[in-house]
């Protein structure tokens, strides 16, 4: 598919989707204008029930548009489908269902291909450069694909390869979604969907970057050095570039491989709170995590002591949190452990999420009694939230039916915090995988004690190293004569 025929083809699918809900917006607007409400003093819409049941409609048959789209189109598509999926919370929810059976899994490309990028990077084919390399794809995505191949010494590697002119293809991509997310902003004026796109398009540049993500690799494995229970492969240097990535292959079984599992004598609990456990110390610790925890990027050995170890994979999305966001997300989790709504309040006010002139009361009541729900529920396990009745759900934790005028007020007071996308995309990611493999298991309850005295002595290490600091530019200021003590001393 030429760039110019993917350009026309997303323009109009878009185009279509657009027009419908225009159609929409103005039938609502004649039929069911804004009216004083005496009880709050607002401007409000009172819609027919057949005015709603059209608009569910609407959103039924777009979103089905919008899937057929990115599953014709592919590449950028699949995963901005996966990210809307994951963190669509501005979108209807029938968009959140159709979007979540995106897979991103496509057809490899041709052999010949794969050569001509190792000519254009190694200058040289890639039977020249290893001892074998085997020409059909062990694995294939959106941005590339993987093959196995052997170095000279006979060591068994996994090569990343990506596509030839995937770059200008994101980029043709990337300008009908920044269009269609300025459309979108006329209904919903969201800062969370324009830093969503931002966020998108920083996660393609360092997924189409192999040396950044042998970077990664290399850093994460530092951090885990301790652990041996947690694998990460090793990269081959001299046959690594930003198009072409080889490194140690790593054996296992995949993470959700439940009947290989039994076979191998390993529990499933085990398993989700080690990945839980490993979580906890990226985000909070090390301030260094793997933001894209989807089960193929996850492998399970079981070691010679008959405990599972997991091999981690795939580097491209590993991101760096700044301190505010992660500061802020330990006092939410230290509220959702203890049952204090004001840690909760504190803890969204640290991370960001609240706009400037915002109104703060408002926003703080709002997370007060949602979060007071969910502090009902003393099983917050995956398990006990199967087992409660969906009418019993929906009356807890059920959206209201709100006015899109109404909604546009609320959005003003929210703020997207920077790189908010990778750690919500991270969370719920690693939420569902964990509750995939066990849903017996709380979260927070396994990670937050897990993480608290790692957590403590890393506070002492860096206050230590802070008061060291504080006490060497002292010292030199004093040398200097910058401070008293030292014109004292130098008189």
Known sequence: MSLLVRFTRALFAFSIILGDYLSQRYLTKLVAPRKLDPETGRRRRKRPQWLKERGDRVDERNAQRLLDTMLALRGVYIKLGQVLSIMGGFLPRVYIKKLSVLQDKVPPHPYDEVEAVFKRELERTPDQLYKSFEKEALAAASLGQVHVAYLQDGSKVAVKILYPGIREIIRIDMIIV????????????????????????????????????????????????????????????????????????????????????????????VVATRLIQAFYKQMFIDRFFHADPHPGNFLVQKGDDGRPRIVVLDFGAISEAKDNLIDGLLDVVQGMFSGEADKLVDGFLTMGFVAEGADRAALSQLTREYFG?????????????????????????????????DLRDLMKSVHYPDTWFYVERAIVLLFWLSATIDNTIDGVQVGFP??????????????????????????????????????????
């Open 450 to 491: 897990y993480v608290l005295p790692l957590l403590m002595e890393h506070n002492r290490k860096a206050a230590e190293a802070r008061a060291a600091r504080e006490a060497a530019a002292k010292a030199l200021a004093e040398q200097r004569g910058d401070l008293p003590g030292g014109a004292l001393a130098s008189s």
């Open 178 to 269: 920044r269009l269609a997310i300025r459309v979108y902003k006329w209904f919903v004026p969201l800062d969370s969907i324009e830093n969503a796109y931002h966020s998108l398009v920083d996660l393609l540049e360092r997924e189409t970057d192999y040396l950044h993500e042998a970077r990664c690799m290399k850093r994460m494995a530092q951090n885990f050095k301790d652990q041996d229970d947690i694998l990460f492969p090793a990269t081959v240097d001299e046959l690594t570039t930003r198009d072409v990535l080889t490194m140690t292959f790593m054996e296992g079984v995949k993470i959700t491989n439940f009947e290989a599992f039994e076979q191998l004598g390993i529990e499933r609990k």
């Open 373 to 405: 729900k969910l502090m009902k529920f003393k099983d917050r396990s995956p398990a006990a939230f199967l087992k409660q009745k969906p009418s019993e759900l929906r009356e807890a934790f059920g959206n209201p039916d709100v006015d899109l005028d």
